[in-house]
């Protein structure tokens, strides 16, 4: 079994590679410091059995950092760890994809306890548990737009990260090697999946979480 563990600290990663292997035994385990090593370690590797993310290192751009890595590694779950524990971060991380959400502030037994919860094929939010509709805040208009985000592929990605660029189709030919037609079939699945209808829409949406900041760690 292959892990990443993505934390900026280097005592806490060797404390998550403990309370993992407590949980799952034995593996092989990635470490990154920041956001762009995560990156590294994605796209280079088919699958982890677990992605550990620090919300809180550097490149991660809030939640903006999970989607993108997300998008690098498809198939591989992550667990938000954070020393936050308002139940609004764990509500964000399960919008964005996460199976998990493990605080910092859990002692090691409970934190294995929680690993191993998520090795069962449970989700793990423990700070929503008991949560009413009423105690839990409504999307907000970010949340849906980076939902519809992690709905497109990583070249879609690419070819809007070119568009926030204010790259024109030509220049994105060049950019990325592909064809004027490859390029507007590219923008027109990425207009329809963020329901807008102008590349001009789409740029706005794009810049309402700070795409391109997010785009330039990777």
């Not at 990443?4 to 092989?28: I, N, S, W």
């Not at 993108?68 to 764990?90: D, F, G, K, M």
């Amino acid at each position: 079994m292959k892990f990443l563990v993505a934390d900026d600290h280097p005592m806490f990663r060797e404390a998550l590679k403990t309370a993992l292997f407590g949980a799952y035994g034995e593996g092989e385990v990635f470490e990154a410091s920041c956001l762009l090593e995560a990156l590294r370690h994605a796209r280079r590797h088919d699958s982890f059995e677990l992605v550990l993310l620090d919300l809180d290192m550097p490149g991660m751009n809030g939640f903006a950092g999970l989607v993108e890595l997300q998008n690098a590694s498809r198939i591989s779950p992550i667990v938000v760890v954070s020393a936050y524990q308002a139940c609004t971060h764990a509500r964000d991380a399960s919008i964005y994809g996460a199976i998990g959400y493990v605080p910092k502030s859990l002692g090691r037994a409970q934190m294995i306890e929680a690993f191993q919860t998520i090795r069962d094929g449970e989700p793990y939010f423990p700070t929503l548990a008991g949560k009413t509709p009423r105690d839990v805040p409504v999307r907000s208009e970010r949340d849906e737009v980076i939902e519809r985000l992690r709905t497109l592929t990583p070249q879609q990605r690419k070819v809007l990260e070119l568009l926030v660029a204010g790259r024109y189709n030509k220049q994105i030919c060049e950019d990325l090697g592909i064809t004027e037609t490859t390029v507007k079939a590219h923008v027109s699945a990425v207009l329809h999946k963020l329901n807008v209808t102008s590349r001009t829409q789409a740029v706005i949406l794009a810049n309402k979480i700070h795409f391109g900041a997010m785009s330039s760690v990777g």
